[in-house]
């Protein structure tokens, strides 16, 4: 399949047309889509809303990207990770339908992952934008029962625009005429953007700050909209951010008529691994001895910023990142923050990464930010000169999903 890939990625869907027309356009068929896109928070946002319809008795079909440690992670049926023997069958159709044309391994697999859900009885099918929206390869349902814009900021700008205004749009492209869509906090230009397409199609908008309100208040979650007032445990998932991201999931289960005790499963019972995830097992966590392990796949500024906050909210302790990142990302914009709450940082390549920033790059840069920065060979030894140096430390793996599956699969 990957020898399929063409040379240059251009966003478009006329190879994922192609395809669904040789597979017998299995996106017709689907149980009814809530369709999410969005910067940052849109997996999480998806997990808390799985969380809900599952809590309330509903088969749920997830799709989402990247995986971390197993490709199956993205295809997720009736609440079950798709089987080795399903996934194969299903690729198998897909690469010989597509009679060795050209098509990107995201395009191939986002029908294959759209071919399983259409063949498997559910009650709701969440889809998750890999890239931007309009031109996305999940971007080929007609009408889903609801869409799900989480907050917009820079990122991916080499596809998607420059400007937060471009790339509001590209986010916006999900939209369709008449469908309801909620809204998750966003910059005023994001937001513009938003309004205007929506007013085009006649959508619906449920939009934080104007139709729904959230917010925390003695270790409980507040959901406000025009139905009422819920008080909810706060969400499974650790950080302010998830604050956002809960009243956007909570905000869709109400669009979509989900009582109060949905939107309670949806807070108490959401996992997603590698978003401020605390490692407890494995034998990193063994090397770590008294120190905290944590593990987070943010990479980008918005990411670095929410990862400080949770940092700085946390008890205090030493605290050392251990980094490696993408050379597509704004690694400066990323460490900027982080640098006010981190005491060090140790940078690593990422393993069988064709695309990994060098460790001696990214330590340069953690030094423009004003990081103490050194370099490792691995997370493996950054760990242990650290754990050797501070015993107590809190410990910070993080700067890319890619190095966070690569962790996730090292720790078993």
């Not at 808390?48 to 995986?67: D, F, I, K, N, W």
């Not at 064709?354 to 840069?365: G, I």
Request: charged fraction near 20%.
């Amino acid at each position: 399949m990957m020898s399929l890939h063409p040379k240059i990625i251009d966003l478009t869907l006329d190879r994922v047309w192609r395809l669904l027309a040789a597979v017998d356009n299995p996106q017709d068929r689907l149980p009814p889509v809530i369709h999410l896109a969005g910067t940052n928070g849109k997996g999480s946002t998806q997990a808390m809303l799985r969380a809900g319809l599952e809590g309330a008795g509903q088969r749920v079909h997830a799709y989402t990207s990247p995986h971390l440690s197993r490709f199956h992670e993205r295809i997720m049926l009736a609440g079950k990770l798709i089987s080795e023997a399903a996934l194969t069958e299903v690729l198998d159709r897909c690469y010989a339908a597509n009679g060795g044309e050209n098509i990107t391994y995201f395009e191939i697999t986002t029908v294959a992952g759209l071919m399983a859900f259409a063949e498997t009885p559910g009650d709701y099918t969440l889809l998750e934008t890999g890239l931007g929206g309009r031109l996305d390869a999940t971007n080929v349902v007609e009408k889903p029962a609801l869409t799900v814009i989480t907050p917009i900021s820079i990122d991916h700008t080499q596809f998607l625009g420059e400007t937060l205004t471009e790339i509001a749009g590209e986010k916006a492209g999900i939209l369709k005429r008449g469908v309801a869509c909620v809204v998750g906090p966003q910059p005023d230009e994001a937001l513009e953007v938003i309004e205007a397409r929506a007013a085009r199609l006649g959508c619906p908008l449920f939009v934080y700050g104007q139709h729904w309100h959230m917010w925390e208040e003695r270790g409980r979650l507040i959901f406000q909209d025009e139905n009422g007032l819920l008080d909810l445990p706060l969400p499974a998932l650790i950080g302010p951010h998830q604050i956002e991201n809960a009243g956007a999931a909570i905000a869709a289960l109400r669009v979509l008529g989900c009582d109060e005790a949905a939107c309670e499963a949806a807070m108490r019972d959401v996992t997603w691994p590698a978003r401020m995830q605390r490692l407890k097992t494995g034998p990193l966590v063994d090397a770590a001895g008294t120190a905290e392990l944590w593990l987070d796949g943010g990479h980008n500024p918005a990411a670095g910023e929410t990862l400080a906050k949770v940092l700085g909210d946390l008890p205090k302790r030493p605290t050392h990142l251990i980094c490696g990142m993408l050379n597509t990302k704004d690694i400066t914009g990323y460490l900027r923050p982080l640098a006010q709450v981190a005491d060090s940082l140790t940078a690593v390549s990422i393993p069988d990464e064709m695309n990994t920033l060098p460790a001696e790059e990214t330590a340069e840069h953690a030094r423009a930010v004003g990081l103490t920065a050194q370099e490792a060979p691995s997370v493996a030894q950054a760990l242990a000169a650290l754990v050797t140096a501070e015993p107590q430390a809190r410990i910070l793996i993080c700067g890319s999903l890619y190095l966070a599956g690569n962790i996730l699969r090292e720790n078993g």
